[in-house]
Structure formats: C-alpha cells, structure tokens
C-alpha cells in the first residue's frame, strides 16, 4: 500500500528513475530531485543522450553502446538498457547482475526488480547500453539539504493522506464507548463515505494528470476499461460542473457532516439517509451509460456506484428515514451544519482543480521551453547576435582550468558580489566535469586605496602568481564560500611578504579593459567570445560545453 500511494503522488518518469537507480548501485549520492529537473529539462529528453550528459556533469564517467545481445552477459553491471516490455516499447531499466542464465532487472512497467530467464530478456532489450562507473566518491552539493527536503515532501504527503482516516477512526472509537453497538452501522456508512472521498480524488485527479501511471493502470486496463472515454465525453458534465466534482462534494460532505455532528447523531443519520436515497438513480443511470451508450466502462466510476449501493443498503438497515427520530432536533443548527459541509467542499473544488489543472499544465510547459532553451542550436545562434569581446583578455586576471582548452568562459566579477560568489560553485562543478574548459577571472576592482575591492583582488592576483593551480582554486573557493567576507582573516590564511605591491599594474590594466568594454553589472560572462545571453545562467552552460 505505501509502495503504490508513493507512485500515485510521486509518478517517476521512466529515464530519470533509471539514472537515479543507476547512480544509488553505483554508490552515486545524488537526490531525485536534482537527476528528475536536469534530465527533464535536457534537450534530448527522454534519450541516452539526457541521461549521459547528467551523469557527466555530476562527475560519473558513462559511455553509451550497442552490442550484439548474446555480448549483454559479458557487460560490467550495473547498466542501463532500453527493454520493450508487455504494454510499452523503448523503456529505459536497470540490470543490476546478468549471467548466461539470467538477468536481475528493474522491471519499469511494474516498477519492482525482477529476475528473468537470459534468452526472454535479450529478445526484449534493444542491446543499447550505458555503462557508467565512479573512481572517486560522487556527492551532490547540498545533498543532505535536498534530502531533507524530499522527506519532508513525502512526510508531508503522508500526513496529508492518513489525517482523515485517522480522524474518522479516533471518531468511531469514541462513539463506541458512548452508543454501544448503535455505532456500528454509523461507523460502516461513515468508512464507505470515507471510501466514496477517496474514489472521486482519484476521478479528479485523472481529470487533471492522465500521465499518472497508476491511473492509467486503473483507467485503462484493456479495450473495454477507458476511464477517460467517460470522463470526458459530453455527458460527463451536469450544469456545466463534472459528475467527479459532483460524487467528491457529495461524499466529502456527508463526512464533514459526520465530523460536524458526531457518528451517531440521529438527525444527521437522517439526512445522510435521504441524500443517499436520492443519489441511488444516478447508479441506474452511469451503469446504462456506460454500457449502452459509450460501451465502455470506467472502473473507478463504477467503484463509486457500488459505494453508492452500499450505503443505500446501510441506511436501510439502519432504518434512518424514519421522520421521527428528528423529533426535539435543533433544525436551525442541524441546517447551518449542512449546508456549511457540502458548500465549503464545492468552493474549495472547484477553486483547486483550475489551479492544479494550469500548475500541472505550467510544469509540463516549463520543461518544454527549458527543453528549446538547453537545445545547443538555439544557444549558439542567440549566442552570436550578443555583444562580442572587442579587446583583448591577454594575460588579464586569474586563469583556472585548461589554457589551451577549446572552450574559454570569461567571468567579470566583484569580490564582495553576492551572485558572483553563488556563481562560482556551478564553474566549479563545470572545470571538474570538462577537461576542455578554461575559465578567466576578471575583477572589477580599481588601483585606488579607497576601493575596498582593491586589496582582496591584489591578494587573489599574488597568491595566482606563485603559479599553484590547487593553491589559487582553493583561495578562490575560500573567498566566494565563505558567509562574511573578511578581507584579514583570509589574509592572515595566506600571508604575503610584499606581493601585494606588485599588483598594481595588472589590477589598472583589468580595471581599464571592463570600462572600455563597459561592464555594467556583476557577474558579466563572455562564452567564447560573446557575452552570455541575458536568459543565460551560468547554472545552464553545462549543457553546452560537452566535451
């Protein structure tokens, strides 16, 4: 049960789940949420191509091949391969051991790891594979940040989905202890409304994301089960409000009434049991329909006709339309209860299925145009129309990375910059994953004693003199990482012995070429010659400069 409610509220997408269980084999500690938005929004999604470029960019060599499928045996595993299973083709899994008997896999379609005879999984793989490794130990910065914030997501959800029936049951124990065994038939209604609640979720939800994977397991099991051919037909609807929205305020009523006024509230019993009388021909009437007139048939639809049934049925037994029991009933009470439960349901619906409609609808947009974004074609032409370099970067600032590399970024920066300094994480991350990269620092700081950027830049530029790659990458690191820039604790980190006096002239010749390049604001970055388009982040350049 906790399996299936984790993929109803959090479906996985089949390429990210198979990076993401691809990189936990291989002892990778990145979270979910980082692989899912970096593979959605590339521009090859859902391809390997998507998934390669991630895992190089958090520092997991991978190479993607094709072998003959009698060679899948002999591949180290873990691996990723494409698999065409019972109901769809070109899914993505992960063959965690194989031998020339049989292969350990995660099956996609039934989201669980299987082991399957060799001879069925090679007639099923495509023999496409990538195969990745680790050397060193691989961590996402603020891995444990993000996921601390997955858990309590999840915890949240959790929390969200069992308060209800917690709530209900805390209400039926304690009306046992007052009414005996009067309380049984009220509980049993109040668990089938309970029931009723969660079926007509499902239907909305449907009606919001049919992408889900376990709803459409649910809604289109086979030709003749098609919730969406009901729920969208022209007679799904009633006054303009779907029949869904209608079955939720209905339910989501009857136990906020219960809620209200207690289980076993006789006066409440007996609107429950005229509601529920009168709700009784609509199950004549979505059965025919849907054997009749669409010929198809929706199962959670029929899940709340029986529902229906069988609180009609309870009622009965219950003998609650006996007219009677309201005598002594406080109706003016009894009325604002009632109204008040089914009103609040039906504001608060048919306010939220519009807006998780347009926030679901904006997600999918927004990983579409971060797709066109990514895209390397759109990126060089938007690139080339931007203000180039007209002056020469020789011998200017700090170099880091490869000198001789084919891709070359330029970063103009302010050493007490707040984005400067956030910006030097995602170069870091971009120098560590591409051996090509050559990345120019180049401050804005002037030669005059007034300027406070002036002594931290000649301090950067001395300790880059003594020409120690990992000295000057760690001061670097050391300057923009730290929570309050303090100019003389880092002084006293790396002390100079008159160093500093000789920065003078290379801080005069920085400080001129950014006023004749007109530097306008920090941090200002030049790719290749070109200056950063103003869409452009940093944080983006990682799918471009692809060794």
């Given at each position: 049960?906790?399996?299936?409610?984790?993929?109803?509220?959090?479906?996985?997408?089949?390429?990210?789940?198979?990076?993401?269980?691809?990189?936990?084999?291989?002892?990778?500690?990145?979270?979910?949420?980082?692989?899912?938005?970096?593979?959605?929004?590339?521009?090859?999604?859902?391809?390997?191509?998507?998934?390669?470029?991630?895992?190089?960019?958090?520092?997991?060599?991978?190479?993607?091949?094709?072998?003959?499928?009698?060679?899948?045996?002999?591949?180290?595993?873990?691996?990723?391969?494409?698999?065409?299973?019972?109901?769809?083709?070109?899914?993505?899994?992960?063959?965690?051991?194989?031998?020339?008997?049989?292969?350990?896999?995660?099956?996609?379609?039934?989201?669980?790891?299987?082991?399957?005879?060799?001879?069925?999984?090679?007639?099923?793989?495509?023999?496409?594979?990538?195969m990745a490794e680790i050397e060193e130990p691989v961590k996402e910065k603020d891995y444990e940040k993000r996921l601390a914030e997955e858990k309590r997501v999840r915890l949240s959800q959790i929390l969200m989905i069992t308060a209800l029936p917690l709530l209900l049951i805390a209400s039926a124990i304690s009306s046992?202890?007052?009414?005996?065994?009067?309380?049984?038939?009220?509980?049993?209604?109040?668990?089938?409304?309970?029931?009723?609640?969660?079926?007509?979720?499902?239907?909305?939800?449907?009606?919001?994301?049919?992408?889900?994977?376990?709803?459409?397991?649910?809604?289109?099991?086979?030709?003749?089960?098609?919730?969406?051919?009901?729920?969208?037909?022209?007679?799904?609807?009633?006054?303009?409000?779907?029949?869904?929205?209608?079955?939720?305020?209905?339910?989501?009523?009857?136990?906020?009434?219960?809620?209200?006024?207690?289980?076993?509230?006789?006066?409440?019993?007996?609107?429950?049991?005229?509601?529920?009388?009168?709700?009784?021909?609509?199950?004549?009437?979505?059965?025919?329909?849907?054997?009749?007139?669409?010929?198809?048939?929706?199962?959670?639809?029929?899940?709340?006709?029986?529902?229906?049934?069988?609180?009609?049925?309870?009622?009965?037994?219950?003998?609650?339309?006996?007219?009677?029991?309201?005598?002594?009933?406080?109706?003016?009470?009894?009325?604002?209860?009632?109204?008040?439960?089914?009103?609040?349901?039906?504001?608060?619906?048919?306010?939220?299925?519009?807006?998780?409609?347009?926030?679901?609808?904006?997600?999918?947009?927004?990983?579409?145009?971060?797709?066109?974004?990514?895209?390397?074609?759109?990126?060089?032409?938007?690139?080339?129309?931007?203000?180039?370099?007209?002056?020469?970067?020789?011998?200017?600032?700090?170099?880091?990375?490869?000198?001789?590399?084919?891709?070359?970024?330029?970063?103009?920066?302010?050493?007490?910059?707040?984005?400067?300094?956030?910006?030097?994480?995602?170069?870091?991350?971009?120098?560590?994953?591409?051996?090509?990269?050559?990345?120019?620092?180049?401050?804005?700081?002037?030669?005059?004693?007034?300027?406070?950027?002036?002594?931290?830049?000649?301090?950067?530029?001395?300790?880059?003199?003594?020409?120690?790659?990992?000295?000057?990458?760690?001061?670097?690191?050391?300057?923009?990482?730290?929570?309050?820039?303090?100019?003389?604790?880092?002084?006293?980190?790396?002390?100079?012995?008159?160093?500093?006096?000789?920065?003078?002239?290379?801080?005069?010749?920085?400080?001129?070429?950014?006023?004749?390049?007109?530097?306008?604001?920090?941090?200002?970055?030049?790719?290749?010659?070109?200056?950063?388009?103003?869409?452009?982040?940093?944080?983006?350049?990682?799918?471009?400069?692809?060794?």
């Open positions: 049960m906790r399996k299936l409610i984790t993929r109803l509220l959090e479906p996985k997408d089949n390429a990210p789940e198979a990076a993401y269980l691809l990189t936990d084999l291989l002892g990778a500690k990145i979270s979910w949420s980082t692989l899912e938005k970096s593979i959605k929004d590339h521009p090859n999604y859902p391809t390997f191509l998507s998934i390669s470029d991630v895992l190089n960019n958090h520092g997991i060599e991978n190479l993607t091949a094709r072998f003959d499928k009698e060679k899948l045996p002999e591949i180290p595993t873990p691996f990723i391969t494409q698999f065409n299973g019972e109901n769809q083709v070109n899914q993505f899994t992960v063959v965690k051991e194989i031998n020339d008997k049989q292969a350990q896999y995660y099956d996609p379609e039934n989201q669980r790891w299987s082991i399957i005879a060799l001879h069925e999984f090679t007639k099923k793989s495509s023999g496409n594979v990538l046992f202890f007052i009414d005996g065994t009067r309380a049984i038939l009220p509980s049993l209604y109040a668990m089938l409304t309970l029931c009723g609640v969660a079926i007509t979720v499902l239907l909305l939800w449907y009606e919001v994301d049919q992408s889900n994977i376990v709803l459409q397991d649910i809604c289109m099991g086979n030709k003749k089960v098609n919730c969406s051919a009901i729920l969208q037909s022209k007679d799904a609807k009633i006054l303009g409000i779907s029949w869904s929205t209608v079955g939720f305020v209905y339910f989501a009523g009857s136990l906020a009434l219960f809620l209200l006024s207690g289980l076993s509230n006789v006066a409440m019993l007996n609107i429950l049991s005229w509601l529920t009388l009168a709700a009784t021909p609509y199950v004549l009437y979505s059965v025919f329909y849907q054997w009749q007139v669409a010929k198809q048939w929706c199962v959670l639809c029929l899940s709340v006709q029986l529902v229906l049934v069988l609180q009609c049925t309870v009622t009965f037994f219950g003998g609650w339309h006996d007219f009677s029991i309201l005598q002594g009933a406080n109706f003016a009470d009894l009325a604002i209860k009632t109204v008040s439960a089914f009103v609040v349901p039906f504001i608060i619906i048919t306010l939220l299925i519009p807006a998780l409609s347009k926030a679901k609808k904006s997600e999918q947009l927004t990983h579409e145009i971060q797709r066109l974004k990514h895209s390397p074609e759109i990126f060089i032409a938007l690139l080339e129309k931007q203000k180039p370099i007209e002056y020469s970067t020789a011998g200017l600032g700090i170099t880091i990375g490869n000198p001789n590399g084919k891709f070359k970024i330029v970063k103009v920066c302010n050493p007490y910059c707040g984005p400067c300094a956030r910006a030097h994480t995602p170069i870091e991350d971009l120098l560590n994953n591409n051996t090509e990269l050559q990345v120019q620092i180049i401050f804005t700081a002037s030669n005059d004693e007034k300027d406070i950027k002036s002594q931290p830049v000649k301090h950067l530029l001395a300790i880059d003199q003594k020409q120690e790659t990992g000295l000057i990458k760690q001061a670097l690191e050391d300057w923009y990482h730290a929570e309050k820039k303090d100019y003389k604790a880092f002084s006293e980190k790396y002390p100079m012995n008159g160093e500093l006096k000789k920065q003078g002239d290379k801080i005069k010749a920085m400080h001129e070429w950014c006023q004749k390049t007109e530097i306008r604001f920090t941090p200002t970055f030049f790719v290749n010659g070109y200056q950063l388009p103003s869409n452009y982040s940093v944080h983006d350049l990682k799918y471009f400069l692809s060794t």
